[in-house]
């Protein structure tokens, strides 16, 4: 069970702003894996221009200037982060503050967003829902917001920012805005993912939830304690998101036009949304627990009701058997021409009486 | 059990502001009662007049200044969302915003208020105890106030407002006042409305604790669950509204009068009570859990006592029978004329001493 | 169990203002006992007048200005609220708010103040606790507080106002102040009463605890859930009156004189002990309730102590006298002269055997 | 368990301000303990006057001013509040209104200070730890601070501030500053008593967990709650300090000088520590009362194991002796030689194999 | 189990500032190991000199402007505070309130910063965990920012602040920068350690999880409650640092300059991370200590599904075989020629039924 975000001490007493990379999942992936892949979309209300950046110095040359849409909106797209030489060269390039980015390189951030002179600086999760290994995945965004220029990076590869590429390309309507336009339809699209998140939760409790009815005994602690444990980290990664989506709304910077707002409030309404759900869950994971536990007492009540039903008629039955087993030498009941038939009925008698007994208390 | 309000990832991606009917409960709807019913009442102190609405068309030329009641206040009422054309026309002719469209044909939206510049924009919950299924139903109501016109969006068929429209027609007060009173009176009416829930809660509750006290064996944690989970849910659709009245009591829109004001603060009052009456739900459920965890242990301690008394006075018995009913050659006792009747007296005693012990133990 | 305070739903989408008298005990009165009383004692610093008001008719027919203590206090006290008429013509003659005169007849509201232009309305609960049936009652006083005049509405006969009748009557020194006094002074004596109630508490919880201490498997789970829930209830009473007496103390209304206010902190401190009595029992029922639940799993392990201890010394004992009541041709033991002797004494050491076992485990 | 402060019913109905000494302790306390002593120092720079105080004229005829040592600081210190002539004298003589007098003579009031036109009312408790009976001891102290003199009130006789007194008389660098300073003295070694308390809680705890290591049978539910609530007790009367303090400290009363401030704050930290010191009790309480249920827990699971174990050994052994007790005509087995041994050997074969069975599922 | 900071009460009833060493691990240490350490270090941006001090006299004569480093910044740290010589010539020689040194002698301390006049006083803990005994260990570290000189104590020798010192001498950068800096870059090594005592509990956790899995019944209540209080202890110490950091970004103290509270806002998202780490390692304490409940309870049914079954199935049996030990004279069964056989077919039936049926039931 992971509960620090990061390996954060690999980092204690170095000065602030050092760039190192930091991530607690890091050797979970292959070294081949580890690509870094850079885009550049640039765009504006009557077109776009899409490049691959293959390296650092392609970045240091990057001029939207200079491109087929001037005066545009450009999106400077990073994915994985192993290349701490690609953030270097967009913070010099950009100024983007030493400390803003270290945290662009340390895995489990807090979503938070920061206003600075010249960027407003957004760090958030977009998170997935393992359907087969049931738990929750983070992949961090980092968000730079400029005037003119977008820049984010995500942590690992994913397709979530697909339907804004496909938005800019194919709709259109998008490129008439500006930066914090696209900065609320990226937000937008990761909250919307959560939806997809806590429908995973959902489809899995009922399965748990099924499975308590049919075969309660077949259920463990051990799921409904992971049930609660993923929520409590998903819940972890978005509750942040009303603060930041919050202060978006609020914000006083001039990079935020008084017209996106209005977007940013819709955004915190679906984040609502979500720790709502999220709530929900818990009360139901709680409530899961609850009748798992009382399913275990009661399968013991029932264990030891069969138990007790039978030690309560034999026992009694076999001390009677026990007394005509007794070798005393004058016992007038053995010479009785009927004492074993008067013996085999009395028993039955008894057993009869238990189980009328039994039944009246409801123990059948 | 469902925990997510509605299906709303099947949006993700979207731009905002798209008009797509999203709901949960579709499917289990059949196609055939997917009826959408549109009327309109324009009236004024002096009169009334009532317009069935059939098609998009109709609410085209819909013009209340024709009527035959001028200087009026409109009341639209939309049943059935599964005609988004409808909900466009109404945007396109009253100038609604389209995100606002968009909330209004989300359901599981959270009960809210937001104030626009031409409109003031609430939704809320029509809720009902289903006695039958043990569980509440909600119907999202939409409200859109506005200068001489209110309209209002029912996701589901219901006869919530009748009691609002027999007052326009017969009692004829409430026209006197305008689009602010309307819109007070209709939250009135939904929020009276939750007091009977409360009552259906009530009664279920009174049922389950009867039943507690008579077949405590019979109770299940899972019926307990439930009663927990239905009070959250309602809850969860209700106290966001003292937030709302609250808004709306202290609203700087000039929408809202200031005479009215004291109408909502008086709403607000019945929400509080609502809302209270739920936490004294949920104070009895904890309760009535409690005791039947309770009950469970004390009925395994029933099962166990008996269990032990039968065991603690047979077991000994049976020892002594088991002694005589040894065969070494030389047992004195065997011989003795009375030996039999001696031992059957010494086991009678033994079993009265240990029935005293017991009761003196309390165990009977 | 009642939790909803009312029922309020008899009253669902009537308009605002309905004079109906709404309450869930009516039933349970029988009719004969639904007597109407109303008194109005006029007083200045000299002297005071007592008069018992028959109808509705000499309520109209009231003037303290004929009286013989002129600019005086009027106070006129209702008990039973089963005559609406009797409001309605006082809500007429002294202009209270529609509103009003349906909270007073409404019984089940929440202990609130509110300011309006010409009185303070005031409601609050005068409970008592029934030391027979263990339960706490509640009495619905709503309060009129206006420059000459303070209109008191009790929903049933009680005597609490009697030691203020008595001052006014004997003492003498309150005639000296006005309605804002008069005001505190009947405020106060229903807080003072809740230290009553705060004893009834402590004396039932001394009791239950003394019985949990001498025969705990004669408590029930049962009683321990109603001493929380009437706590709770007593709570939900008592909790917002902090809000009214704190609001009367800051009241920006120009009823309330400078020097009363520091009267209202004083009754404010009085409230806050009995909240803090409240916690204090929940603390106690908590612990009881832990006790209870302790002492059932502890009389399980005795149960269970005593089956074990019987059935492990004399089960392998049965076994052994089982052996030697087989009936092989060929066992030497059983023709051995001193055999059943030595048998005997076998059996008697593994009894003392065990017996020191579990003495030496502490099972004894 | 007493959960009310003060038997405050006995005051119901009377006029705010009534002297009359209320206490639930008042009868538990011999009629010849009920001593009341008065003191009075007055104190300058240069010098001190001690004065005992016999009777209520004595205290009329006090004036400082007459002392040996002018424009100085008074003290006067009232042990015991049986004498109620005694208060009503002071608050004549020292104009102290009514309302105050009365929260003097009632015992179980909440810490709480209050700024009057020319006094600070200062309520506290100082605490004692009982080590014998383990439960903590109130003691009321209530402080008038005024611009010359201080008088405070102690419920009953204690050495509390004795070292005040000390370093008055010995110290004398206390002797330079007001009465402010002699306020915030007296609150510091009440306050520094609170560590004593908590020393005495911890000792106990100590005790109880050592306990429940070394005879966890032993036990009992009873006193895991007893520490709970004393806790709770304690910490009642101390939180509401930190808002005393408090106060104090931002006092717009001219009667605490600037200087002394800053004392007022270091006073609040220790009281914060003192309070986290209870949460940090609280948490150790709720694990030894987990650790508690545990072990009822696992030491029934233990009785449950030797009671299986002993079982599953011989029942099976039980029934294959009484086979061969029985009385067919025709058993071949027991005509064999070796019979006997060959049913012995079997048996014994099926006890090891019993034995190894349980020892791999770690039962021993 | 230690609840309190310290000692507190060996100081009650002293004036306040009064310099005495308090803490309650004082006799745990070895006087031999009692030795106190001071150096200085006085640097610039262009160089820096190290003293090592012997003692108070040393301290009285140090002056930075006689060192080689001229308009430069001092840090005088001081380890093990055994010496309150040191401490007051310190507080002489740079202004210090008594009421701050009197803190920075007491153990025990909550986090906390206070802005005096010449100076900012903050106090925090330097915590390494034992992974021997599983606890952590608290080193309480004094900071004094003044504007030319920061003097620290720390109460134990520790290694903590080493990076610090290897970048004044090595990396040179920190050298440009103020006091503000210095202090800085000291909160932030304590701040960055706690990520590593974040790890030491990660592993703690891990390895508890992993022998629940594996050997359940090995697993102790005890040990899991030591887990919950020592990071309930953690987070004593811990999050009161959020205040302490927002206070000096926030600070209006000119000794903070403007440039560095960017700093102080990434040590507190740093402090934030450590809290919810704390706040996951709660959650996931709470889920051991339920599965570990849980499992009690499974275990208890296993055992007693092992006794049922063995008795359900051997109890009737062994009646049956008592049947035929009877000795009536006339018992037809034992004279048939095939009758030991058919009694044990008859038994071996019913052995095989009892088996299908258990099976059948899901006990095996």
């Known amino acids: 069970m992971m509960f620090m975000a990061a390996k954060q001490s690999k980092k204690a007493g170095l000065p602030p702003g050092s760039l190192i990379y930091v991530s ?34 392609d970045l240091k040359k990057l001029n939207p200037e200079d491109s087929s849409v001037p005066a545009s909106t450009t999106w400077i797209h990073v994915t994985g982060l192993w290349d701490t030489e690609i953030v270097r060269v967009l913070g010099e390039k950009y100024g983007i503050d030493a400390l803003t980015l270290e945290d662009i390189l340390s895995m489990g951030q807090r979503p938070k967003t920061e206003a600075f002179e010249n960027y407003i600086y957004t760090i958030l999760k977009n998170i997935t829902f393992d359907d087969a290994e049931k738990e929750i995945e983070n992949n961090q965004i980092s968000m730079i917001t ?4 977008v820049i984010t990076f995500a942590e690992k590869p994913c397709n979530i920012f697909d339907p804004v590429i496909k938005r800019i390309k194919k709709d259109g309507r998008i490129r008439k805005y500006g930066t914090d336009h696209l900065t609320y339809a990226l ?18 409790f009922d399965e748990v939830e099924k499975r308590m009815v049919n075969h309660p005994e077949k259920e463990s602690a ?14 972890k990664a978005v509750w942040p998101l009303i603060n930041v989506t919050d202060s978006l709304e609020k914000s006083e910077s001039k990079l935020i036009k008084k017209s996106t707002r209005v977007y940013f409030r819709d955004v915190e309404d679906h984040i609502t949304r979500v720790v709502e759900s999220v709530e929900t869950g818990r009360e139901i994971v709680t ?17 030891m009701k069969v138990l007790t039903v039978i030690s309560t008629i034999f ?17 007038p009941e053995l010479d009785w021409r009927y004492g074993y038939y008067v013996c085999l009925g009395l ?3 008894i057993f009869v009486m238990m189980i009328a007994y039994f039944r009246k208390r409801g123990w059948f």
């Open 146 to 149: 400029m005037e003119k220029t």
């Open 24 to 57: 607690d999942e890091d050797m979970e992936i292959p070294e081949s894996e580890k690509t870094v892949t850079v885009f550049a979309i640039t765009y504006n209300e009557s077109g776009f221009e899409e490049k691959k950046i293959e390296s650092a110095d």
């Open 187 to 204: 937000i937008d699209v990761i909250v919307d993912n959560y939806f997809l998140v806590v429908e995973g939760f959902e489809e899995w």
């Open 347 to 349: 028993m039955l008698l």
């Open 287 to 303: 409530g899961i627990f609850d009748i798992y536990n009382s399913g275990i007492s009661k399968r013991l009540n029932e264990t």
């Open 222 to 235: 051990g799921e409904i304690n992971r049930m609660r444990t993923e929520l409590f980290l998903f819940n």
């Open 315 to 331: 026992i009694p039955l076999t001390f009677i058997v026990g007394v005509y087993g007794m070798n005393f030498e004058y016992m």
